[in-house]
């Protein structure tokens, strides 16, 4: 695609609730990234994953949290048992994660606005 | 581990001015620096990049930035600044292969006409 896609653009959920927030990534990038952005903690890195592993989980903040990627492109990321503070704008990115040992440059979606009530 | 200071949470500046955004970072090897700018509702659009080489670094946008290994900083300019540039801008590192970028708390631009 032409561009970093997340789904859906907001959600309002009740405290308790589950809920999946979707990433679709540019094609070919193998690599995808969560973060989440709150007016408290600023942007924070959640979860990485190359292909459809994912080497570096250190960002999720509890047990409530998971993600997953399937044939290496779209990602979900669950959260069971929502709380109010789970309440925040979820920011996915990928890029191409060729290798090498510099920083891969990492493309934006717009976000998915959670709001739990 | 990394870390990334933006000391100004908030800059006003009038339409046509010169523009200087601060960016500090700590990290131990060579890093990979980003600015990303972010408008109302809307995701991280990167404007620029530096990971080698010259040290002054054009982007999208007229904007521009400059690393200094000695002071640690990343700064970014516009030299005239547009009322369209009004957003969040966030400074980055990274540490490596594909990993992780850590931001700073961004600092918000209000273009006054």
């Known amino acids: 695609g032409a561009g970093v896609s997340q789904s859906p653009s907001n959600k309002v959920t009740e405290k308790g609730k589950d809920v999946e927030l979707r990433c679709d990534p540019i094609?070919?990038?193998?690599?995808l990234y969560w973060y989440r952005q709150s007016l408290g903690q600023g942007l924070e890195f959640l979860i990485y994953?190359?292909?459809?592993?994912?080497?570096?989980k250190s960002g999720l903040p509890s047990d409530r949290f998971s993600a997953e990627r399937t044939g290496g492109s779209v990602s979900t990321l669950t959260i069971q048992r929502t709380q109010q503070e789970d309440s925040a704008v979820y920011l996915c990115?990928?890029?191409?994660?060729?290798?090498?040992?510099?920083?891969?440059?990492?493309?934006f979606g717009p976000g998915t606005r959670l709001t739990v009530l | 581990a990394q870390s990334v200071t933006q000391p100004d949470i908030h800059i006003t500046v009038s339409e046509g001015a010169s523009l200087e955004l601060r960016c500090n970072y700590s990290?131990?090897?060579?890093?990979?620096l980003f600015w990303y700018v972010q408008s109302p509702g809307q995701g991280l659009q990167l404007l620029l990049k530096?990971?080698?080489?010259?040290?002054l670094v054009q982007g999208i946008k007229g904007f521009e930035a400059e690393f200094k290994r000695s002071q640690s900083s990343f700064n970014l300019r516009k030299p005239s600044v547009h009322w369209s540039d009004a957003a969040e801008y966030f400074c980055?590192?990274?540490?490596?292969?594909?990993?992780?970028?850590?931001f700073g708390t961004g600092t918000r631009l209000q273009v006054t006409l």
């Open positions: 530096y990971f080698s080489g010259d040290t």
């Open positions: 990290y131990g090897a060579t890093p990979y």
């Open positions: 994953f190359q292909g459809n592993s994912a080497p570096d």
């Open positions: 980055a590192v990274g540490a490596g292969t594909a990993s992780k970028l850590t």
């Open positions: 990115a990928s890029s191409r994660g060729t290798g090498g040992r510099r920083t891969d440059t990492q493309y």
């Open positions: 094609s070919g990038h193998t690599a």
